[in-house]
Each structure stands twice: as structure tokens, then as C-alpha cells.
Antibody, heavy 117, light 110 residues
Framework: EVQLVESGGGLVQPGGSLRLSCAASEFSFATYWMSWVRQAPGKGLEWVANIKQDGGEKYYVDSVKGRFTISRDNSKNSLYLQMNSLRAEDTAVYYC??????????WGQGTLVTVSS | QSALTQPASVSGSPGQSITISCTGTSSDVGGYNYVSWYQQHPGKVPKVVLYGVSSRPSGVSNRFSGSKSGNTASLTISGLQAEDEADYYCASYRSPASWVFGGGTKVTVL
């Protein structure tokens, strides 16, 4: 069964940095686009970024451009999200998700990022 | 980047049918057959129930169906059951090169 396990969340001060990781298993990681999707407490879902199989294309929601960087290491079956200049509005559960056929067909359990002083 | 527009809440009695709308623009919903729908129970991970406007993943009940007309996509749940009570989100590709969700709809089974 496809598994996606996020880690790296926690409490960080405004302006700080955090790096999220997502360990993938039980599927051919290198053949899929991958995404990060977040959900602020009590709010809806928001697509954050995605990355092509070889890392050659990366796309971001406007609100994180220039601050967040998505990357992957296919040799380690891992997806990352480097988050810099964090703001209170970045507080959310961050999900790693596999890009299937026009949908996110598998999701991790999420990791909570809290930006607060 | 504005979200797609969904009603905040929809309710129905067991056995009834309900429809949730998802309105966008020609740059997203209307321009591509890339609409998907996600069900999220409280405290749980989202689960895809429809993709490509009207396709159902393996294992999803055929009580879930989808359609699109112009810039509005719809999710219909027929034969409403207690287990269908959840939040539902639509999502679409948005040109150029991004994805957008709807604000979410809370479905209540009366």
C-alpha cells in the first residue's frame, strides 16, 4: 500500500525557517509528480507547490513564491519543502500528496507547522 | 489567487440526493477537465471521490457522480447516508501552472 509519511513540523518564530520531509514507499516514487497541500486550522485546503518527476519543473502558489522551495531526492524516495521567512498565515497542517491522474490520489497524515512568537 | 466558489453548507435527509456546486472561471474549471473532489471527515486526511470531472477511483461508491457545465462543476451524492457527512472540496488546474481548491462545503445528513 502506498505510504507517505511527513516529518519536520513544529513551532517556529515569525521570520524563521523549517524544512519538511516526506518519505514515500510502496510505489515508484520517481515516476510521479508530487505536491504539498496545506490546511490552516479550521480552514480549507490550499495547494502549495508541486514538482515534476525529475525535479525539472516546480510550481508554487503565489503566496509562497520566493519563500518556499520544493525539492525531491529520488534516490531516497523523499520529497521536501524548505520554508523560509515564515509568517503566521503559514500556520497549517502540511500534507504530502501524490499526483495521480488529474487528482491527488494518496495523502500523508500531515505535519503541523505553527508560526508564532 | 482566489479560491473556487462552493456553498458553505448543504444538507439532506438519508436517502435523498444532494448536489454541491463549484464555480470557477474559464482559466480553471471551464477550461479543463481537471476537476476533482475530496471528502474529508473531521480530523482525517482528505480522500479523492471524483477526478477528471466525473471519474470515480476504485472503491468509491457509485452514489458519487460529477458533471460540469461551463465554469461550474457539480458533485452529486445520491442515496445520502450518515457516513457521507463530511467536508467536501473541489479542486481544479488553473492556467498557468497552478492548482486551486474550493472553499469547502459541509454536508450534513439530517
Amino acid at each position: 500500500e502506498v505510504q507517505l509519511v511527513e516529518s519536520g513540523g513544529g513551532l517556529v518564530q515569525p521570520g524563521g525557517s523549517l524544512r519538511l520531509s516526506c518519505a514515500a514507499s510502496e510505489f515508484s516514487f520517481a515516476t510521479y509528480w508530487m505536491s504539498w497541500v496545506r490546511q490552516a486550522p479550521g480552514k480549507g485546503l490550499e495547494w502549495v507547490a508541486n514538482i515534476k518527476q525529475d525535479g525539472g519543473e516546480k510550481y508554487y502558489v503565489d503566496s509562497v513564491k520566493g519563500r518556499f522551495t520544493i525539492s525531491r531526492d529520488n534516490s531516497k524516495n523523499s520529497l521536501y519543502l524548505q520554508m523560509n521567512s515564515l509568517r503566521a498565515e503559514d500556520t497549517a497542517v502540511y500534507y504530502c500528496a501524490r499526483d495521480g491522474d488529474r487528482n491527488w490520489d494518496h495523502w500523508g497524515q500531515g505535519t503541523l507547522v505553527t508560526v508564532s512568537s | 489567487q482566489s479560491a473556487l466558489t462552493q456553498p458553505a453548507s448543504v444538507s439532506g435527509s438519508p436517502g435523498q440526493s444532494i448536489t454541491i456546486s463549484c464555480t470557477g472561471t474559464s482559466s480553471d474549471v471551464g477550461g479543463y477537465n481537471y476537476v476533482s473532489w475530496y471528502q474529508q471527515h473531521p480530523g482525517k486526511v482528505p480522500k479523492v471521490v471524483l477526478y477528471g470531472v466525473s471519474s470515480r477511483p476504485s472503491g468509491v461508491s457509485n452514489r458519487f457522480s460529477g458533471s460540469k457545465s461551463g465554469n461550474t462543476a457539480s458533485l452529486t451524492i445520491s442515496g445520502l447516508q450518515a457516513e457521507d457527512e463530511a467536508d467536501y472540496y473541489c479542486a481544479s488546474y488553473r492556467s498557468p501552472a497552478s492548482w486551486v481548491f474550493g472553499g469547502g462545503t459541509k454536508v450534513t445528513v439530517l
